[in-house]
């Protein structure tokens, strides 16, 4: 489907210490993304793809209700804070180990 339901954004800012990221999560602004009929597989998709239909459904979805859009807040929670711990076990010895090639 040619549907974006929820957008990711990362910011990485350098620290004294190597650098932190912060994630935001925007699960208000569902749209129908401009896609050709040919690039879509299903034929719900293909539907949605034309060009009046397209802008039809993003009328549509945008006056829904947000809540009822995404109701996937505590399973990314539980994910994110997985994804986390996980990079925090291997990321801080990357890091010495190439900190010092990136200080040349």
């Known amino acids: 489907m040619p549907l974006a339901a929820a957008w990711l954004v990362h910011q990485v800012r350098e620290t004294?210490?190597?650098?932190?990221?912060?994630?935001?999560?925007?699960?208000?602004?569902?749209?129908v993304l401009p896609r050709?009929?040919?690039?879509?597989?299903?034929?719900a998709g293909k539907f949605m793809a034309l060009?009046?239909?397209?802008?039809?459904?993003g009328l549509v979805?945008?006056?829904?209700?947000p809540s009822k859009l995404y109701e996937g807040g505590?399973?990314?929670?539980y994910h994110c804070a997985q994804e986390m711990n996980?990079?925090?076990s291997f990321l801080p010895r990357l890091y010495?180990?190439?900190a010092a090639d990136s200080r040349v």
């Open 16 to 31: 004294r210490n190597g650098c932190e990221m912060r994630s935001r999560f925007i699960t208000s602004d569902v749209r």
């Open 74 to 77: 505590p399973a990314m929670l």
């Open 51 to 57: 060009p009046g239909i397209n802008s039809l459904a």
């Open 86 to 88: 996980h990079l925090a």
């Open 96 to 98: 010495e180990e190439f």
């Open 61 to 65: 979805m945008n006056r829904s209700k």
């Open 36 to 43: 050709p009929p040919h690039s879509v597989s299903s034929t």
